[in-house]
Structures are given as structure tokens and as C-alpha cells.
């Protein structure tokens, strides 16, 4: 759907500040055309998006752009608790730590630098302790059942 891929330019561009026609139609999975074509309506539609010409060009928006609304719907403090450390055995044992600390890396790009400042000092400091105490290094096995049935399904 388009407006789905013009939220989704929108939202890449903010996080990764530029990038080119190529990469942003290969990660959404349409013709360098269509981006183009999406890029002039974001900016008919009054969005400050810019194309810089050249080696190391690509699209971007405009520096002093800053939405009154987040496209992602967090307030600030559901992204403060979305940055809570996990349990590190469960993810370890689920194979989902990369994954979980690129998450963590795309949040903290969504705060204001106060509130990242405040985030990354919690993450610092704040430890949760969730073993008990008969730990185990070995994965559960049960609980690679439940994410081979959850994410097949």
C-alpha cells in the first residue's frame, strides 16, 4: 500500500538521516521509479525531503525538520520502557541478542538527545537480575519449543 511506503520512507530517513534511491527501493521492495515518484509526492505534500546529487548523495530531510508527532505513535516514556534491559539468558537462549540490541540502537535514535542521554544512562546503570537459583547455562529446552511454534506459526 502506498501510504504504508511513504510512512515507511518517512520513518527510514529519520533514522538513517540519508539514504539513496537504490537502498530505499530494495528495503521496501519496489523499482527505483516508484521512489521517485513517492519522493515527489511527499514533497508535493509539503515534507522536506532533498536530494543531494553526487558521490555520497541520496534523499534526505531537510535538517530543521522535526515532526510534532513521532511517526511510530511511542511517547517518549513507552520508548524509555522499551529500553529496559531484557533478561540477557533469554535472549540468548531465544538467538535474538543482535537483534535485540539493534532494536534498543533504533530507539534510542527515536528520543530527543535529552531523554537519549537519560535512556542511555539507564541502560548503563540498571541491571535486572532474572536468574535463579539453580542457573543453568544450558537453553531451555522447552523454550525453544514455544519460539519454534510461535515464530512458524
Given at each position: 500500500m502506498r501510504a504504508d511506503r511513504l510512512i515507511s520512507i518517512i520513518m527510514l530517513l529519520q533514522l538513517h538521516k540519508s539514504m539513496t534511491a537504490k537502498d530505499l527501493a530494495e528495503r521496501l521492495e519496489v523499482s527505483i521509479r516508484t521512489i521517485q515518484r513517492d519522493m515527489e509526492?511527499?514533497?508535493?505534500?509539503?515534507?522536506?525531503v532533498v536530494a543531494d546529487r553526487g558521490t555520497g548523495g541520496g534523499w534526505r530531510l531537510l535538517d530543521d525538520y522535526n515532526p510534532r508527532?513521532?511517526?511510530?505513535?511511542?511517547?517518549?516514556?513507552?520508548?524509555?520502557?522499551?529500553?529496559?534491559?531484557?533478561?540477557?539468558?533469554v535472549l540468548r537462549d531465544l538467538g535474538l541478542e543482535s537483534v535485540a540490541q539493534m532494536a534498543s540502537h533504533k530507539l534510542l535514535n527515536t528520543l530527543p538527545a535529552p531523554a537519549r542521554e537519560k535512556a542511555r544512562a539507564m541502560q548503563q546503570w540498571l541491571h535486572i537480575d532474572t536468574t535463579g537459583w539453580r542457573h543453568s547455562e544450558s537453553p531451555s529446552a522447552t523454550l525453544s519449543l514455544f519460539q519454534e511454534?510461535?515464530?512458524l506459526s
Open positions: 509526492a511527499l514533497s508535493t505534500a509539503g515534507l522536506p508527532t513521532l511517526l511510530n505513535g511511542l511517547s517518549e516514556q513507552e520508548r524509555l520502557l522499551l529500553l529496559l534491559p531484557p533478561p540477557p539468558n511454534s510461535i515464530f
